[in-house]
C-alpha cells in the first residue's frame, strides 16, 4: 500500500503542542493526545485546526476540532467543544505545529533513501535506463518506463503505462495512468510559500501531494510544486508544454492545453477544456472557468468566467483587446 | 554513416496502409508496395502522400504519389496519376499512416540502446565527463567534449571541436561544427503537436530532426524541439541565452541573438541578423525578416519585415510604442 | 584555502602582451613584467588596465595602471605614469588581453577534475546522494547536504548548514551559511557576453564569481550566471522561485522576494526588500531602489525609485496602471 501523502510523526500530548506555540501556561488536561492538525472543516474531535480570518466565520462555528489556533477577536466564534489558543500570529503558530506533525514536509533536502533500481524489487518490473533512483514507499504500475538517471523519491506512486523521461525528480505525488512526464522535470517539490521575516524567511510546511490524471503529458523542464495544505492537481488528458511553472495548490481541469512557459501562480484553480498559449501568466488565487481561451503572453490578475476568450496585460475580452490595439 | 533522420519501416503494402484508416474495402492492387510519406510536392511514385487545404491546390496538381490522403472536396484536384485515399479527417488519418512509417518518431521514451561511453568506441575519442551514455547511430567529430551525466541519444551527429556540457539530453539532431550547447539543454524532443481528443488526445509523429549550423550556442537550460513533418535549423553563429524555447520547425537564420528565457512558437521562421531581447515571445507561423530588432518583453503576433525594430504586445514600431507609452 | 575566482596565469612580459594585440611595434621596456589586468580605479603599478568611454575620465585620471588600452581620443587624459595603448577597438583588444591572464574564463567546459566524492577528502563531512561529483579548489562547511548527480564544479566556497538539491551544478561561486539551492540550477556559468561577429562572434572573459548571502534560497531550475568584471551578487535572506534567470554582473539585495520565471538582465542593481511578481522581466544597467515591488508580469525598463511599486509594460506606477487599464 503506497501512501504518497506525508507521515503523520503524531499523536502528541497537548502540552508537547502548547510548549511549541509558548502557551505553556494554559490550563488544560495535559495529558490529552492530538492526533492531527487539520483545517476548520476536516478536523476531528482530537485534532487542532487554525482560524485566522472572518472569511471563515460559519465554518468555524461547527468546527469539530477540540483545539483551534486564532485570535482574541476571533475566538468566541468557536464552539464549546474546541478550545481557543489564542496566539499573536495564527499562521506563524499552525505552521510551527504542522511541522510537529509533519517536519519532513518543511524542507526538500534530496531523499537519502533512494538506492539505485537495480537493487529493488522493481529492477525486472519497468524499462529503466542507467542510474535510476528509487526512494522508500514508491508504487510503479505495469508497463512503465523511466529514463536514465531519473530519481523517483519518497512517496511516489505511478500507475501503469507511464513514461518517465530522463534526468526528471519527483517526490509526494500520485500519477494515473498512461501519464507521460518528460526530460528534465521537478514534479512535488515545496512550493514557494513562507514568512517573510527580515532575519531569516520562516518556510511553512507543505503538506499536500501533486495528483497528475490519467493520459496526460508534462513537457520538458517544468516544474509543478505541491500542496501546502491541500494539493497541486492536473486534470487526465491535459497536455502542458516545455518550460511551465505550477506553483502550489494549483487545480488544472481536464482536457486543457497549455502552451510553453506558462506560469501559473498559487492556489489559483482552472475549469476543464481551458488553452493558454505561450508565456502567459495568472496570477495566484483566482478562478478560471470551463473552455476559457487565454492567448499567449497574456497575464492573467482577475477571474475568468466560462467560455471567454482573453487577452493583453491585464488580459481583457479577445475582441476589444484587438481592436485597442490595432 | 550517421543518419539523425528517423528509419523507414517501410516499404508496406498499400492493402495494410488502407487497413490502418479504415479504407479496407477501397479496390486497388493489394500488393502495390508503398515507399514512404512524404509532402505533395517532395513525394515520388510509390510513395503516399497528403492534402487537406484548398491552399496546396496547384501543388496538388502536380504531385508525383502515388496515393493521397485527402477529402471528398478536394479529391479531384489530384492528378490521373494519384489515387485519392478519401477520409474524414485527413490530419489525423495522415498521422496514422506516418505512424506506421515511424513508428518511434511518436513517443520520446528514453534510449534503451544508450550505453556508457566507455563501453564504445568513442571513450577514446572525446574529452568526456563521468556517467556520458551514448545511444545507438551516434557520430562524433573530433576534438569534442562531453561533460558529465550527458545523454547522446540515438541518431545524432556531431561535428568538430564542439562543447556539450553536463546533464544535457539531445537526440535526432545535426550539430556542425563549433558548435558549444550549455548545461541541462535537451535538443531533439518531440514537438507540443497532438490532435486534441477529449478522451485521449493522439500525438501526431514528428520525423523531422535539429539542425544546429557552426559556430553557434545554445545556453543553459534551453529546449529546441525537433520537427515534425519538417525540420528545426538554428543558423550559423546564432547565439542563445539560458532557458530560451525553440518549438518544433522553427527556422532562426544566421549571426543572431537571443536573450535569456525568449519562447518561439511553432513553424515560425526568422531571417538573418535578428536581436530579440529576454522573455520575448513570437508566435506561431510567422515569418519574421532579416536584421530585425524585438525589445525584450515584446509580443509578435503578426510578421515583420526587414530592418525593423519593435516593441510592446502586440508588438508594432518601437517609436510609435515609446510614443504611446511615455 | 578556498578562492573561488580564477586563477591569475600571469605575470606576463609586456612584449607577449602588445603582441597580442598588434602593438609589436610600440617602443616599451619589453621586459616589462604585469601582474594582472584591472578596471580603472583598482589597478595598481605593473597592471594593466582599458578605457574606452568618457564617462570614465576622472577615474582614469587618477589611474595606477602601468599601462592603459585606450583610443586616440581619450588616451591624452590618463597620467604620465601610464602608458596609453592605443587600438581600434578597446573593449575587443581587453578581452584578448584578459583571455590570456584568465583563458579558463572564457569557456565554461565541463569541469575534468571533478571525481566522484566518495573519492575525495569530502567523503565523510557531507550527507550526499549517489554520483556526487567534485572538483578541484573546493571548499565544504559542516552540517551540508549535497543531493544526487550534483556537480560541485571547481572554485565553489559552500558554507555551514547549506541545503544543495539534486542535479545541481555550480562552479566559480561563494555560498555563504544556511543557503538551499533546490534542484536543477546552474550556477555560475559564464554570462550572456561576446562582441558580436559575423562570422564568428567573440567571446569575451568572465573572471567574477557568484556570491550568495546566508539563509537565502534558490529555487528549482534557475541559472544565475557569474560575472564578467565584477561579481553576480545574491543578497542574504532572498528567496529566489522557480525558473529565474538571474544574467551576469546582477546585484540583487537582502530580504528580497522574486517570484517564478522571472528574469534580470545583466549589470542591473536590486536594493533590499524588493518583491517581484512572476515572470516580470528587468532591463539591462538599470538601477531597482529599496522597497520596491514589481507586479507580475511587468517589464522594466527604466530605473525605479525607493519605495515605488510598479506594474505593466513598460512598468509605471502601479494605481496609473490599473486606472489606465479598467
Known amino acids: 500500500m503506497i501512501n504518497p501523502f506525508f507521515k503523520n510523526n503524531g499523536p502528541f500530548k497537548i502540552s ?3 510548549q511549541q506555540i509558548n502557551l505553556d501556561d494554559l490550563k488544560v488536561d495535559n495529558d490529552q493526545e492530538i492526533i492531527d492538525i487539520k483545517d476548520l472543516f476536516t478536523s476531528k474531535k482530537n485534532d487542532i485546526t487554525f482560524f485566522h480570518s472572518k472569511k471563515y466565520k460559519d465554518i468555524a462555528k461547527c468546527t469539530k476540532a477540540s483545539f483551534c489556533i486564532t485570535t482574541e477577536v476571533l475566538k468566541d466564534e468557536l464552539p464549546k467543544s474546541c478550545t481557543p489558543l489564542v496566539v499573536e500570529n495564527v499562521l506563524v503558530s499552525t505552521s510551527k505545529v504542522t511541522s510537529k506533525f509533519y517536519p519532513s514536509s518543511i524542507n526538500d533536502n534530496f531523499d537519502y533513501t533512494a538506492r539505485y533500481i537495480t537493487e529493488t524489487k522493481f529492477k525486472d518490473k519497468v524499462k529503466c535506463g542507467k542510474n535510476v533512483l528509487i526512494g522508500d514507499n514508491v508504487a510503479l504500475g505495469s508497463n512503465c518506463s523511466i529514463g536514465h538517471n531519473t ?7 505511478i500507475g501503469d ?3 518517465i523521461g530522463s534526468n526528471v525528480i519527483i517526490r509526494n505525488t500520485l500519477i494515473n495512468n498512461n501519464v507521460t512526464i518528460l526530460d528534465n522535470c521537478v514534479i512535488g517539490k515545496h512550493g514557494f510559500g513562507f514568512f517573510p521575516n527580515n532575519e531569516r524567511n520562516l518556510r511553512y510546511p507543505h503538506i499536500g501531494i501533486v495528483i497528475i490524471g490519467e493520459n496526460s503529458e508534462i513537457g520538458c523542464g517544468c516544474t509543478v510544486d505541491r500542496g501546502s495544505m491541500s494539493n497541486t492537481v492536473i486534470g487526465k488528458n491535459t497536455f ?3 518550460q511551465i511553472h505550477i506553483a502550489h495548490n494549483v487545480k488544472i481541469g481536464e482536457n486543457s492545453i497549455i502552451a510553453g512557459q506558462v506560469g501559473i501562480a498559487g492556489s489559483s484553480i482552472l475549469g476543464n477544456n481551458v488553452r493558454i498559449g505561450g508565456q502567459a501568466g495568472i496570477s495566484g488565487h483566482l478562478t478560471i472557468g470551463n473552455n476559457v481561451e487565454i492567448a499567449g503572453g497574456s497575464g492573467v490578475i482577475k ?5 471567454s476568450k482573453v487577452m493583453g496585460y491585464p488580459a481583457k475580452n479577445i475582441r476589444d483587446f484587438l481592436k485597442d490595439n490595432k
Chains 1, 2, 3 share one sequence.
Open 16 to 18: 508537547d503542542i502548547l
Open 161 to 163: 503505462n507511464c513514461l
Open 240 to 242: 502542458l508544454d516545455n
Open 303 to 307: 477571474n475568468i468566467s466560462d467560455n
Open 151 to 157: 530519481i523517483i523519491e519518497q512517496n511516489v506512486s
